[in-house]
DNA sequence: AGAATGGACTTTTTT
DNA sequence: AGTCCATTCT
């Protein structure tokens, strides 16, 4: 047996052929063929928006398998998300088939490389159960550090300390050397908190997503043997959007591609807009330095965009200093003009978006599937949602909260956690008292203490509770907890982890939490655990011959901490799809809304102060013009709702940067800047224009098109009464089976009464909502007659 | 211990 | 407007 049975070694493709080659070389232009063809050493391809450069990435793989040059296990590519690497894969199948396909080495660069840290974790000092933290379970534990070591929160925000942490730590800047480049309190406070970040990590057996990239890397370094094993394994490297690799990723490509020299790298610099996140563009800009001998290919041919759309999008994107020199063209027919949309208020916008997604729907009879509605921030997807589900149409949204980040998920893959690695205690704090079990903060606080002092895990300090004189309640309710998550865990081997999963969760009383409160809401989020099960169900099943429900588990919970919202799509409802533009990266649709171009919203305020950040943001724009096939529109509204009340906006700087002869008005009218109609005028000016009828209502135009609502506000019946009044409790009470009436709620029935005066409490079930508990002293009912 | 109430604060973008 | 946190109430 081999001690590493990561792949299977078996040659896939018996005999090179020339003919599947040329068939796979068929459907290329000049260009692309030639990325295809430069097989061995180092190649980069630039490739502008639209130029099918993932399809020229698939079929370099293919080629490769086609002429025998690797087998499938020996060629590595990198994506930028899980979904395009399955669909690469997918693809790819179909032209060397599946099989082959099945054993590729693809994913993002944390998928693959958390699969490789699982295999050599007691290597660097983890255990191969380790878990996966997320932005919030870091910040976690950098607030316990910071109560630890006595920093005010206040003062500096653990998110910001995180921030500073994590770029340090894509920038390869060790704890040691941190201090460096200390400026301000912000990164005073990092630099006193990385080592122990880092720390308490490792004794929490966990990693965060940026030590998904340093791990391997200090791996590597630390045994030669290891790396060289990789570098030998991994005989064709390819990387997806290089422009946005950070430097972490940069030395990795680096490490794993210095024996063969066989990387490919695809990129755009315009379409580069993660800086935010570490990504590095010097990556793509330096490549030709780092391997002198490469061979550049550019893709220039966009095959996506009408001529008209091509020229917007050049138009914008020439406003930027520094980028590499291509120019896109197509053969498409010049299409629409650009239809800029104007709106009073971002009701107002989301209406006019809502009525023109119909109209085309109706009149051409385009799919909903074919319309995306992009914007800068995810709290823009409010107003958008309640256009189209007042309007009736279906759509999708990507992003906010992913499902993996839903409180409730969150909780079960806690316990579950908790049961494959005990030692992580994030997951521990968080579920050691929810549902309550009678362990206070007081509690917490003991063990806490007890854990810093001996340096172990709160796990461990439960194991040798009895001696250290816990108040009996407290004690008892510790023990019990323990006991709970040691039975499961000593189950691990011998039960199927779906099962242990379902009784575990049982057990901590998490399915009956969310079962008792019997809101709509809560309903919502059990079915949530239960899709989380049923999901583990699935993976085992896959996993059926890998071994035992250890492995399996923490498989799982490890690969479901890299998944987002975009990985679990189908992809093929026929669903009008929303989302931000950074996540609209990589696809494209054939009518794209871009919404929301006001100044401080896109570009937003803390980016137009700089401008390294304001070009970012121009390529973001870029991006999002770049997705549209056939029909794009610009939307932007004068009155926005934002933190909680209503601001006047201007329009986007950008709008007046767009080369204006291929824009129109939403009137069919020509549209130039100079004679906007008052669009880019004062705020008070602004503020004039929206003083119609109300305030971020409908207007005269919207008003008459726009279909009644689905579902009207619940109106107070007529005939009621006050029932909680301070002159009428005496005289009114309430009873069960009385039907009420509440502001919010609308009509309900009352199931029963508890407390008198005061305290008097109804709990109502709500048609709408479901059941509420309501204190009669503020819910003011009004009796139903 | 735990629930409830009131106040401050918030929003970039994400693997 | 919603969320998180601290303080107060039961």
Redesign the pocket.
Known sequence: MKPYTLFSDTPSVQEPSQDAAQAILSGLNTSQRQAVEASDGPVMIIAGAGSGKTRTLMHRIAYLLALRKAWPSQILALT???KAAREMRERIGKLVGEDKAKELWMG????VFSRILRREANRIGYNQDFSIY??DDAQGVI?GLMTAMAID??AV???AIL?KI?SAKNQLIRPADYGRYVNGVVDEAAARLYQPYQDQLRRNNAMD??D??IKPIELFQKHPDILARYQERWKYLHIDEYQDT?HAQYVITRMLAATHKNICVVGDDAQS??????ADITNILDFQKDYPQAVIVRLEQNYRSTKKILQLADSIIKKNKDQIDKTLWTDNSSGDDITLLEALSEKDEATKVEQNIRHIHLNYGLPYRSFAILY?????SRSLEDALRRGGLPYKI???I?FYQR?EIKDAVAYLRLVVNPTDNESLKRVI?YP?????????ERVAEVAHKEGLAYWHVLEKLSQLGF?P??HQ?LDKFRFMIGKYAAHLSSLPAAELARELLAEAGLMQELRQENTVEALARWENVQELLNAIAEYEQEFIDDGNGTIVLSRFLQEVS??????NDEGNDNKVTL?????SKGLEFPIVFLTGLEENLFP?P??AADPK?LE??RR?FYVGITRAQEKLYLAFARTR?????WEDSLRSRFLDELDASVLKTEGGGRWSSQKATGIRTTATEAGRWRSGPTQGNSYRVSAMNTPPPLKATPKPPQGRRMVYDEEYTASQPIVPGQKVYHESFGTGKVIAIEGVG??A?ATVFFREVGQK?L?L??AKLQVVE
């Open positions: 930028f998300t899980n993002t660069f944390h998928s997320d932005t607030k929160a206040k925000s653990p998110r921030h994590s997503f940026d998904l990239l950070n807009i993660y800086a935010f996140r570490g800068r921030t995810n709290a823009q990507y992003g906010g992913n409180k008292n309550t079990r009678g362990i206070g903060a007081k509690s917490m108040p309640a407290a309710a890299l998944l987002t919202d975009a990985d989302m931000t533009l950074h996540a937003l803390q980016a950040q970012e943001e973001l709702f934002k933190y909680g009340k005061d305290q409490k508990k204190v002293r503020f």
